[in-house]
C-alpha cells in the first residue's frame, strides 16, 4: 500500500512562488500517473496537473497552465509542484495523488497554501 506525504505548503503574498513536495512510501511510483489537485473552501476538489510515469507527458488545468510545473524523481519516489505567479485564487489544499491512465485512487493528506493579497 502506497502513503503520499506532502510538503512545502505555506503563506506567500500574491505573485511569489512555492514548491511542494510528495514523497511516496510503500510501492515504487515508477509505474504510475502522478498528480496534484487542490480544495478551496467551498468547492469541490479540482484537477490542478498530472505527469506520466516517465515523466515525458505532462497536463494542467487552465487555470494554472505557464505558472504551474509537475515534476518527477522517481529514483527518490518524489513528485514535485513548482508554482510560480501565485495569485489568491490558488488558496487551498494541495493534495497528491497516485494513479493509472490518469485516474486517481490513492490520496496524500494535503497541505495547505495561502496566497496573499
Known amino acids: 500500500q502506497v502513503q503520499l506525504v506532502e510538503s512545502g505548503g505555506g503563506l506567500v503574498q500574491a505573485g511569489g512562488s512555492l514548491r511542494l513536495s510528495c514523497a511516496a512510501s510503500?510501492?515504487?511510483?515508477?509505474?504510475?500517473?502522478m498528480g496534484w489537485f487542490r480544495q478551496a473552501p467551498g468547492k469541490e476538489r479540482e484537477f490542478v496537473a498530472g505527469?506520466?510515469?516517465?515523466?515525458?507527458?505532462?497536463y494542467y488545468a487552465d487555470s494554472v497552465k505557464g505558472r504551474f510545473t509537475i515534476s518527477r524523481d522517481n529514483a527518490r519516489n518524489m513528485v514535485y509542484l513548482q508554482m510560480n505567479s501565485l495569485k489568491p485564487e490558488d488558496t487551498a489544499v494541495y493534495y497528491c495523488?497516485?494513479?493509472?491512465?490518469?485516474?486517481?485512487?490513492?490520496w496524500g493528506q494535503g497541505t495547505q497554501v495561502t496566497v496573499s493579497s
Open positions: 495523488a497516485l494513479g493509472s491512465s490518469r485516474i486517481y485512487d490513492r
Open positions: 510503500g510501492r515504487t511510483i515508477r509505474p504510475y500517473d
Open positions: 505527469i506520466s510515469g516517465s515523466g515525458a507527458s505532462t
